[in-house]
């Protein structure tokens, strides 16, 4: 099952310098086009290649019973049991409203995104 990702450092500056050229679109609903949807095991194995560990990384998944007996201890797990439905199916959204309305706008690759977050992390 698939997921779209969008990383916020390379898609904000130029969504903000888009918008700011058009004021008629303050106040909208917009999707920012994103790479192509990847599996959360797909997603791991990047960030883990690019960090310089083993892949395939190992990765296990809490299902909504662990996510629900967690919430009664974890104000962060009972969040996230609020947010389940977003990884039951795929996430895929279609941003052809912000292509319309501002131009082609070229995802960041999701490995080249991965990276510049690992060394960014590695930096601090």
Known sequence: MGRQYVPGAHAAPSAGHRARAHPEADGQVWHLPADEALTAQQFTDLAAGAAG????????????????????????????????????????????????????????????????????????
């Open 53 to 124: 560990r083993p892949v395939p990384a190992t990765i296990a998944v809490a299902g909504p019973a662990v996510l629900a007996v967690g919430g009664l201890f974890s104000p962060m797990l009972r969040e996230l049991r609020e947010t389940a439905y977003q990884f039951s199916a795929p996430f895929v959204v279609d941003s052809s409203k912000f292509g319309s309305a501002f131009g082609p706008f070229e995802p960041t690759p999701h490995a080249e995104a991965v990276a510049a977050t690992v060394e960014w992390y590695r930096s601090r």
